[in-house]
């Protein structure tokens, strides 16, 4: 599968509990990205964006997130 079409098509097709299980194989991947990052937050490995963050405030240029939603 190599787009998102694909795969909705692919989820389409699936029985209840075959999409109750890519559901909670989904979950788990975000949990630990999630824990990813905690780790990495945790070991400074990205506090280099918490001081480009106080930068922006500092000279006035930070701006809103876009919103991809629109």
């Known amino acids: 599968m190599s787009t998102v079409e694909e795969i909705k098509r692919a989820a389409d097709a699936l029985s209840p509990t075959e999409r109750a299980e890519l ?3 989904l979950l788990d991947a975000e949990d630990e990205w999630e824990r ?3 780790k990495d937050a945790a070991d400074g490995k990205l ?3 918490v001081e480009q963050a ?3 405030v500092r000279e006035d ?4 997130w876009p919103n991809s939603r629109t």
Request: aromatic content about 12%; cysteine-free; proline content about 0%.
């Open 23 to 25: 559901l909670a194989w």
């Open 36 to 38: 990813e990052m905690a």
């Open 47 to 49: 506090d280099f964006l």
């Open 54 to 56: 106080r930068t922006a």
């Open 61 to 64: 240029t930070l701006r809103d």
